[in-house]
């Protein structure tokens, strides 16, 4: 009987992502328990000849839809799983051996609940920095989807991913804010752990933020209050700043800091997402 669904979402990840299945292929978890449901998004690097080519130990269902965002493709797999709890993961994220173990041992002893995992990033620090401790109640901004485990019927009672968030950044945190709303609480589970093998250029990371400056302003517009505007960064001395350096275009060329040329771009797209 499965216990668990593994839901991923991939577009030409082809190599990390073969990657990924095999740590998933070989889990400490009984085989029978557990089912992978990967929604590729009409990838055209060769990831549908990679996958034909594995050997599953576990359930195994491959869907490709339409290139229609990673929340789409989310949705679509969390609503073909078997699994009375959805991990959700990425594409990029090599899974320890206990990995789906450690998932399922947690929801049997807190059930209505959702974990928050260990992600370890390519520099081998982990992904959330501050020091928390195991079992540690977390706050909804936490509420980060390479490693985190739920039950479905919670993500079908909350909507499931708002498909309306198109490029990166932000539609998990949503979600889990909207999760929040509905009681469901999120606990911090470090024994469960995945490796993220995707490191970011500077020049994409500037890309990545805009991006995520323009679903931060989508955030916003769904869940206008004070506590959202200052969580996204929407605070009048950050702006001010912005607004300085966007007025100043020939100081801005000269900046090479890179934490000050990210947080422009992510203002950038987040002044342009409001005015849509």
Known sequence: MIKISVVIG???????????????????LSPELYEIQ??????????????????????????RVENRGKPYARNQGISKAAGEIILLTDADMIADRKLLEQHLQAHELKPNSS?????????????????????????????????????KSSLLAAGLFDEAFRVYGWEDIELGYRLNQKKLPLYYLPSAINYHKHPVSSDDMLARKYQMGK???LFYKKHPNFWIKMFLGMNPLAMGIFHFLKGHPT???????????EEYQYRLGLEEGLKL
């Open 10 to 28: 991939t577009y030409n990840q082809k190599d990390v992502l073969h990657k990924t299945l095999e740590s998933l292929f070989h889990q400490t």
């Open 215 to 217: 679903s931060a302003a």
């Open 115 to 151: 974990f928050e995992g260990l992600t370890i990033n390519p520099d081998g620090k982990p992904y959330i920095k501050e020091k928390i401790k195991a079992g540690q109640k977390l706050k909804w901004a936490y509420f980060l989807s390479g490693n985190l485990s739920l039950p």
């Open 38 to 63: 990967l929604v590729d998004s009409s990838s055209n690097d060769g990831t549908q000849q990679m996958v034909a080519e594995l050997q599953p130990t576990c359930r195994f269902n491959y869907l």
């Open 251 to 261: 100081l801005l060329r000269r900046i090479n800091n890179q934490y000050i040329l």
